[in-house]
């Protein structure tokens, strides 16, 4: 089992969430806010897990999620925010997201179709295979077959 993909992925969903939820505004996205205090050893280097969860969010600006201006040692990202490209992905419809006859008005049913809104309720429960499944989602260019709900 990969367990670093696993990680990826809830590192990626949770710096684009925290990022999510402060844009437009640019912010600083901390190591220590997505996976909790971990010591650095002895040498004073970070751990493999928390620089697993860097890589990732240097992953995600470099495939055009999100941008920063500089790194803030290996604690974290400055400045960074959503990417158009980003801001969309989290915002489209997930296909099937909503149960059919929920009685819910127009705007709430579009938010909570939303992947961003999928995203953070799977991450809360720590549901690590839907989480996983929605992550994937959110690197796919398109969804097939479906459109946005907006």
Known sequence: MDLQIDDFYKDAAAGMLTLYQAFPSKAALYVEDLIGREEPDEFGLPTPRHQSCLGALLW???EGYIRFDTTIGYDALDQAVLSEKGFLRLT???????REGDALPPSVRRVHATLAFQLREALGQRHGERVARLTRLLFESSLSGTSDIV
């Open 60 to 62: 995600l600006a470099e």
């Open 92 to 98: 489209r419809g997930v296909p099937h997201a909503l």
